[in-house]
C-alpha cells in the first residue's frame, strides 16, 4: 500500500495532484487545512493537505459473488489463536468482568474518535521509530484489541466472512507484536479501500442521460429520485424531466408527479418501452430523465423480464445510468437474492436508504464486497432534499469500528 500527501489551492487541486503522480484509483484518506509558515503567512492563504492511499496490484480484493464458498480460516496459530480450521466466530472474546469489558470500548471509541490524528502520526514518524514502537507493544494487548474489532464489527452486522478476511489480511501483513495504533490504522486504511470511490451521477457527455432507479418495493425509490433531482435542479441548475414506469401503484405515480410540481420540472406515466423512448425525443433539450420504476420481488421471473426491458429501451440510442435503491434495514440474506436477481437484469450503482432506522451498517461493506458495485449516495430520512448524502467511506469506516 502506497501512503502519501499532496498539497494544492482547494481539495481538488490536491487530489489531481495525486491522480497525476499515482493514477486514478487512489482513495482519500483525510483532508486538512494547512497554514503557512514563516513571517508571510499572515499575507498568504491556506493550502489544503489530503492524504492519498493506493492499493497495490499484489493487494486488491477480488469481489465475491457467491456465499457458497467456505469461511475463510485463519492460519494455524496465527497471533496465538487456535489452529486452522476452528471458525473465527467461535473465538469471541469472552470478558469475565462486564467493567473491564465497558473499560476496553470506551477505550476503542476514543481511538476511533481521533483516528485521522492517529493516521497522520503514524506516518510522520520515521520508520525506525516505528519498528522501535512495534518491538514494545505486548502481543496479547495486541490479540485483545484486534479479538474486540473483530466483535465490534460483528455487532454492526458485518458479514463473518468479511471480518474474517478483514482481520486476516492485517494478520498476514503485520509485523510481529506491532503496536495496537499501528493494526486499527491498517484496518481503517483497508476497509476504505475495500468500499473504494464514491460514484455519484455522472454528466451527460450528448443529449439527455436517462437515469433509471430500480429496487424493491419499499425502500424509498420515488424519494430518492425526489431528493436527486432536487439537488441537481437547485444546486446544479440542470434541466430535469420526472417520468414513472410504476404503472402498479398509482400512489407512487402520484407522489412523483407531486414532487415534479413543487420542483416546476415535466412530469410523465410511461406504460411501454416504447413510450419510454418517445420521451427520451421529447425531452431532448433537457440533462437529465430521471425514471422511477416498480418494485418486484426477486422470485418473480416475469416482472423481472419486464424491468430488464424498461431499463434496456434506450439502449444504442441514449447515454443512461441504472442506480439499484436497498434498504439498510433489510436482511443480509435477502439482500444477496435482491442484488443477484437484479444483477441478471443490468449493472447498477448501489444506493443505501433508511440509514436513520438502523445502527448497524455492515449491509453496506457486505454488498458492496459481494457485488463489486460502486457505492453512490445515502439517504438518512424523508425530508427533501436534505436527508441525501453522498455516499462517504470515511464516515462510514469509523462507524463499524465502533466510533460514533
Given at each position: 500500500?502506497?501512503?502519501?500527501?499532496?498539497?494544492?489551492?482547494?481539495?481538488?487541486?490536491?487530489?489531481?495532484?495525486?491522480?497525476?503522480?499515482?493514477?486514478?484509483?487512489?482513495?482519500?484518506?483525510?483532508?486538512r487545512?494547512?497554514?503557512?509558515?514563516?513571517?508571510?503567512?499572515?499575507?498568504?492563504?491556506?493550502?489544503?493537505?489530503?492524504?492519498?492511499?493506493?492499493?497495490e496490484?499484489?493487494?486488491?480484493?477480488a469481489?465475491?459473488?457467491?456465499?457458497?464458498?467456505?469461511?475463510?480460516?485463519?492460519?494455524?496459530?496465527?497471533?496465538?489463536?487456535?489452529?486452522?480450521?476452528?471458525?473465527?466466530?467461535?473465538?469471541?472474546?469472552?470478558?469475565?468482568?462486564?467493567?473491564?469489558?465497558?473499560?476496553?470500548?470506551a477505550?476503542?471509541?476514543?481511538?476511533?474518535?481521533?483516528?485521522?490524528?492517529?493516521?497522520?502520526?503514524?506516518?510522520?514518524?520515521?520508520?525506525?521509530?516505528?519498528?522501535?514502537?512495534?518491538?514494545?507493544?505486548?502481543?496479547?494487548?495486541?490479540?485483545?484489541?484486534?479479538k474486540?474489532?473483530?466483535?465490534?464489527?460483528?455487532?454492526?452486522?458485518?458479514?463473518?466472512?468479511?471480518?474474517?478476511?478483514?482481520?486476516?489480511?492485517?494478520?498476514?501483513?503485520?509485523?510481529?507484536?506491532?503496536?495496537?495504533?499501528?493494526?486499527?490504522?491498517?484496518?481503517?486504511?483497508?476497509?476504505?479501500?475495500?468500499?473504494?470511490?464514491?460514484?455519484?451521477?455522472?454528466?451527460?457527455?450528448?443529449?439527455?442521460?436517462?437515469?433509471?432507479?430500480?429496487?424493491?418495493?419499499?425502500?424509498g425509490?420515488?424519494?430518492?429520485?425526489?431528493?436527486?433531482?432536487?439537488?441537481?435542479?437547485?444546486?446544479?441548475?440542470?434541466?430535469?424531466?420526472?417520468?414513472?414506469?410504476?404503472?402498479?401503484?398509482?400512489?407512487?405515480?402520484?407522489?412523483?408527479?407531486?414532487?415534479?410540481?413543487?420542483?416546476?420540472?415535466?412530469?410523465?406515466?410511461?406504460?411501454?418501452?416504447?413510450?419510454?423512448?418517445?420521451?427520451?425525443?421529447?425531452?431532448?433539450?433537457?440533462?437529465?430523465?430521471?425514471?422511477?420504476?416498480?418494485?418486484?420481488?426477486?422470485?418473480?421471473?416475469?416482472?423481472?423480464?419486464?424491468?430488464?426491458?424498461?431499463?434496456?429501451?434506450?439502449?444504442?440510442?441514449?447515454?443512461?445510468?441504472?442506480?439499484l435503491?436497498?434498504?439498510?434495514?433489510?436482511?443480509?440474506?435477502?439482500?444477496?437474492k435482491?442484488?443477484d436477481?437484479?444483477?441478471?437484469?443490468?449493472?447498477?450503482?448501489?444506493?443505501?436508504?433508511?440509514?436513520?432506522?438502523?445502527?448497524?451498517?455492515?449491509?453496506?461493506?457486505?454488498?458492496?464486497?459481494?457485488?463489486?458495485?460502486?457505492?453512490?449516495?445515502?439517504?438518512?430520512?424523508?425530508?427533501?432534499?436534505?436527508?441525501?448524502?453522498?455516499?462517504?467511506?470515511?464516515?462510514?469506516?469509523?462507524?463499524?469500528?465502533?466510533?460514533?
Amino acid at each position: 500500500m502506497i501512503i502519501k500527501k499532496f498539497q494544492g489551492k482547494t481539495e481538488n487541486d490536491a487530489v489531481e495532484a495525486a491522480k497525476k503522480e499515482l493514477g486514478s484509483n487512489v482513495v482519500i484518506m483525510n483532508v486538512r487545512n494547512v497554514k503557512r509558515k514563516g513571517i508571510l503567512r499572515f499575507f498568504l492563504s491556506e493550502t489544503v493537505e489530503v492524504t492519498v492511499a493506493l492499493e497495490e496490484e499484489n493487494e486488491r480484493y477480488a469481489p465475491v459473488r457467491s456465499e457458497e464458498k467456505r469461511e475463510p480460516v485463519l492460519p494455524a496459530g496465527s497471533m496465538g489463536y487456535p489452529q486452522a480450521r476452528e471458525p473465527y466466530q467461535n473465538r469471541k472474546l469472552v470478558v469475565e468482568d462486564l467493567n473491564e469489558e465497558k473499560r476496553d470500548n470506551a477505550f476503542l471509541e476514543e481511538k476511533l474518535n481521533n483516528l485521522h490524528s492517529l493516521l497522520e502520526q503514524q506516518f510522520q514518524k520515521p520508520e525506525e521509530e516505528r519498528v522501535e514502537d512495534e518491538e514494545e507493544a505486548p502481543a496479547s494487548e495486541l490479540e485483545k484489541f484486534m479479538k474486540l474489532l473483530y466483535n465490534t464489527m460483528l455487532d454492526n452486522e458485518v458479514s463473518e466472512k468479511y471480518a474474517n478476511q478483514i482481520i486476516d489480511e492485517i494478520e498476514k501483513s503485520a509485523k510481529p507484536n506491532i503496536p495496537f495504533d499501528y493494526a486499527l490504522t491498517n484496518i481503517y486504511q483497508k476497509m476504505i479501500l475495500k468500499f473504494g470511490k464514491q460514484e455519484g451521477l455522472t454528466p451527460p457527455e450528448k443529449g439527455p442521460k436517462m437515469v433509471f432507479f430500480i429496487g424493491p418495493t419499499g425502500v424509498g425509490k420515488t424519494t430518492t429520485i425526489a431528493k436527486i433531482a432536487s439537488r441537481y435542479i437547485v444546486d446544479e441548475k440542470k434541466k430535469v424531466a420526472l417520468i414513472t414506469a410504476d404503472t402498479y401503484r398509482i400512489a407512487a405515480a402520484e407522489q412523483l408527479r407531486t414532487y415534479a410540481g413543487i420542483l416546476e420540472v415535466p412530469f410523465r406515466i410511461v406504460y411501454s418501452r416504447e413510450e419510454i423512448g418517445e420521451a427520451y425525443r421529447d425531452f431532448i433539450g433537457y440533462d437529465y430523465v430521471f425514471v422511477d420504476t416498480s418494485g418486484h420481488s426477486y422470485q418473480n421471473e416475469e416482472q423481472k423480464e419486464t424491468m430488464k426491458g424498461i431499463v434496456h429501451s434506450v439502449d444504442g440510442t441514449a447515454e443512461k445510468e441504472v442506480f439499484l435503491v436497498l434498504s439498510a434495514t433489510t436482511k443480509y440474506r435477502d439482500l444477496l437474492k435482491i442484488v443477484d436477481a437484479y444483477t441478471e437484469v443490468t449493472d447498477y450503482k448501489l444506493i443505501f436508504t433508511k440509514l436513520d432506522e438502523t445502527s448497524a451498517y455492515g449491509n453496506l461493506l457486505n454488498v458492496k464486497l459481494y457485488t463489486g458495485a460502486a457505492l453512490s449516495y445515502v439517504t438518512c430520512g424523508q425530508n427533501v432534499p436534505d436527508d441525501l448524502e453522498d455516499f462517504n467511506p470515511q464516515k462510514t469506516v469509523k462507524q463499524l469500528l465502533g466510533g460514533k
